[in-house]
């Protein structure tokens, strides 16, 4: 059984302020959908929505074409990391996935083999409170994971992970939608976006202003050098926008459409590939520049 | 969707799984014992006159029980855990209630059966006195203050949904109250936080009866609708709209 997860025309508004609008989108299963915006865009509202957690004004959020809150058993379907510092302080890890997995009729195995898969093992008789932030991450994804969802919905989870704490998170998610599943992630890294998603949701004052494929994206987006001065000159009046970057130019157009350019044009290249790094340049550019760490170019 | 009784059973491990419930529990079953041994006359009656003693903070242990269950998940922000896990949040707090009603009348149990060993142990003489009509009605008694005490407890637990300012509202303004209202007795009589606890130790049917007597029906209803009916009805309301933070 594969989930699809989506928001369908979501709007939110607390007090005056318009959190979302219109907010719709989909996550299809055996990919990793990447949700990014600047801070206070309303990725967490929207996450936040789909669980089941906050009421939408309008609109919703289904699974599979259903609502979450009417699933028999909501755990089994979807794992949801909405926020680490969500546990009691005064439990144990062990105690706190215990008593969870209790809940959704897991054994307490299962707690265990959770705690042992995200590396607690070793502090499962600590306290939640005595945790770090990172081994909070690390139990929220154990959490997520008790009930062996079809989908996992996290928000910020690479949050205070340490890199190999990341590295281990990426593979993570990369198996799981491999094996068919569907993950939302929530992220301001975008270099893990760039490494691991396969969507990429982006939002922005409450509105969905990119939906589209990380390889989409990418296909846009070309690095091309060139010992010939004219090639700068030649792109610009073509209308494209280019960046120098490090002896070479950064340019918003396919790698075969700059090649083109530059064979009608006379101009031998000395590097033309698609740029693998364009992700922040693109958030950048739909977001109006306000996604957060991400200079204008 | 977790099965009530199944949400129940978590709901009563997480009222007693962290420290503040098993610090209060002791520190109640202690300081009743201490109590019982230290007051002169503690031990030399009957089991019925020490086990009042010993269980003599039973109403505050209950109230701050119900008061832990209803607020803590909101407190540590683990109710965002609680309502991903149970999505159904009318199930969740069904369950809430009784697990708390489980753990008061368990609470009720624990402690006069405490009571009872160490009595035995101390009186063994008197270990007849422990189970007679006397000590089943007394048991009674307290079985209801201590009910109408958690009733009103997870009544303002659920409306405040912070823990220390609902102990202030449910354990220790109805202590004030009663005290400021001593010179008002008509509207203490029909606005008592303890009214309907008295009432259910010692039920009378009529509608008032003089107050140095027991409490009458009205008076009693009109307590239990302030203190428990009216904060149930809007912390209902208050869970079900709340969004964890």
Known sequence: MTVELSLRGVEKRYGRTQVLSDV???????????????NGAGKSTALRILTG??????????????????????????????DASAF????????TLRLSAFTIGEPKQRADACAELV?????????????????????????????RPKALVLDEPSNGLDPNGIVWLDRLLRRFADD???????????AAVERTADRLVAISRGRIVADTSIADVRGTRTTVASNDERLRTVLVRAGHRVVPAQGRYRVDLSAPEVGRLAMEHGIPLTELRPDDNCLDEFLAEVTDHEFAGVSPR | MTPLTRQTITELRRAVDTRGPQWAFGIAIAGGLVLSLVVPGGTSGTFDHFVSGVSIGLPFLAGLLAVMAFTADWTTRAALTTFVLTTSRPRVLVARYLAVLCLTVGSLIAIHLIGALVFVMLRPDSASSVFTAETVRQFGAMAATTVASA?????????????????VVAVFAPLLLTIGLAFAPTVLEWANPYGFAGWLASPNWNWTVPQEESVGLGPALTSFTIWTAVPVVLGWFRQMRAEPR
């Not at chain 1, 990172?134 to 008790?146: K, V």
């Not at chain 1, 068919?180 to 975008?190: C, K, N, Q, R």
């Open chain 1, 24 to 38: 719709s989108f989909t996550c299809p299963p055996g990919n990793i959908t990447a949700f990014c915006g600047p």
């Open chain 1, 53 to 82: 957690i906050t009421r939408a004004d309008h609109g919703g959020a289904l699974v599979n074409e259903r609502s979450l809150l009417s699933v028999r058993e909501p755990a089994r379907l979807v794992g949801v990391l909405l």
């Open chain 1, 88 to 95: 009691h302080p005064g439990r144990t890890v062990r105690e």
């Open chain 1, 119 to 147: 590396g607690l093992n070793s502090v499962a008789h600590r306290r939640v409170g005595q945790l770090s932030l990172g081994m909070r991450q690390r139990l929220g994804i154990a959490h997520a994971l008790l009930g």
């Open chain 1, 180 to 190: 068919g599943g569907t993950v939302l992630i929530s992220t301001h890294h975008i």
């Open chain 2, 151 to 167: 009733l009103t407890a997870m009544a303002v637990g659920g409306l405040v949904l912070r823990t220390a300012p609902a102990i």
